[in-house]
């Protein structure tokens, strides 16, 4: 059994990562995973837990919180009808494929690379965030047919090798495809269930071996992180809701814009060694 010494440094930074995480969520409507995988790589890092796998171990750890609130954001927003199923069911099975696939392609890949990818990708979706504007169009409804069936494992894939949910990749394509965004961001959580839920059931099946596991680590799913991030978003979630109704979000969200990017860029910076 791990000591009581080596799980309570663990436990406070991840507490405060979890705090954090549900104030700009509830703040920003933007999911907890683009925050917490580089949080916990760092923290996880900073406490000595070096590893080829570490990355894994954040992305599986990211997913396993958002598969419990995607899911109880699901609930909330159907009882408000915004929920759009047409989309979530035409687009389920392609996303669950593709994280289905990005389990496979993440237990395979270093930290190196995890980390160059989630860098890229992070700038993108800060860039988006920082400078995308509501009127841009891509079309009047969400593709179907060869359209979906190419862009749905896209989704799965990428955001499981980012260890995020639906949020940041299906509401800026949901609202590209003329979705309104109450119903982008409410079925955007239906994505991020489909995206979680396998793939968490996927990396608990990889077992690591080796020094320098985090404590309470099952497959690659730290449940001392898992539990703290879940309990602290419910504290700080609602706080971060009434702090959006008192605030302009648009000036917030550019600036948590450049935190991502700032984020990313260090993530790269560590992956070429530099």
Known sequence: MPELADVLPMLALVLAIGAFAGVIAGLLGVGGGIVLVPAFYFAFEGLGYVRPDLMQICLATSLATIAVTSFRSVLSHNKKGA?????????????????ALGVVAASGLRNEVLMVIFGVLGVIVGLYLAFGREHWRLGQEMPKGVGRAVASPIVGFLSVLMGIGGGSFGVPLMTLYNTPIHRAVATAAGFGVIIAVPSVLGFLMIQGEGPNRPPFTIGQVNLVAFVAVIAMTLVTTPLGVKLAHAMDPKPLKRVFAIFIMIMALNMLRKAFGL
Do not use: N, R
């Not at 047409?86 to 392609?94: S, V």
């Open 83 to 99: 929920v759009d199923w047409d989309i979530l069911k035409g687009w389920g099975p392609g996303i669950a494929i593709g994280a």
